[in-house]
C-alpha cells in the first residue's frame, strides 16, 4: 500500500516536498515513479528512481526543478519540487514499479493522489 502526502497550494517559484510512504516489506525491491494528472488531461511521468535509489530519470518538463529520492531504510520515496509553475499544478500518485520506467503500465501498485496547486 503506498500513501502520497504533502501536497498543497503555493505560489509560483515555490516549493513543495511530496511523500509516499509504502507499507510491506519488499520496498526495497521495487523501483517507484511519481506521475502527475493536470486538471483535464492524462497522467503523466515525472520521475522514477530504481530499487537501489543510485539511478533517477526525469522528464523533461521537471528536469533541473524536481529530485527524486527515496530511503529504504524507511520505505519512503519523496519528490522535492522546487521553481514550481502554475503548469505543475496537478495530482501527483506515487507508483512501484519492477524496474524504473515512465510507462504507466509498467507500474503494479499506485498510491492515492495528492493535489498540488501552483498559483500564479
Known amino acids: 500500500q503506498l500513501q502520497a502526502s504533502g501536497g498543497g497550494l503555493v505560489q509560483a517559484g515555490g516549493s513543495l516536498r511530496l511523500s509516499c510512504a509504502a507499507s510491506?516489506?519488499?520496498?526495497?525491491?521495487?523501483?517507484m515513479g511519481w506521475f502527475r494528472q493536470p486538471p483535464g488531461k492524462e497522467r503523466e511521468f515525472v520521475a522514477s528512481?530504481?530499487?537501489?535509489?543510485?539511478?533517477?530519470y526525469y522528464a523533461d518538463s521537471v528536469k533541473g526543478r524536481f529530485t527524486i529520492s527515496r530511503d529504504n531504510a524507511k520505505s519512503t520515496v519523496s519528490l522535492q519540487m522546487n521553481r514550481l509553475k502554475p503548469e505543475d499544478t496537478a495530482v501527483y500518485y506515487c507508483?512501484?514499479?519492477?524496474?524504473?520506467?515512465?510507462?504507466?503500465?509498467?507500474?503494479?501498485?499506485w498510491g492515492r493522489g495528492t493535489q498540488v496547486t501552483v498559483s500564479s
Open positions: 528512481i530504481s530499487s537501489s535509489g543510485i539511478n533517477t
Open positions: 510491506g516489506r519488499t520496498f526495497s525491491s521495487y523501483a
Open positions: 507508483a512501484a514499479s519492477r524496474r524504473p520506467s515512465s510507462l504507466r503500465d509498467y507500474y503494479d501498485y
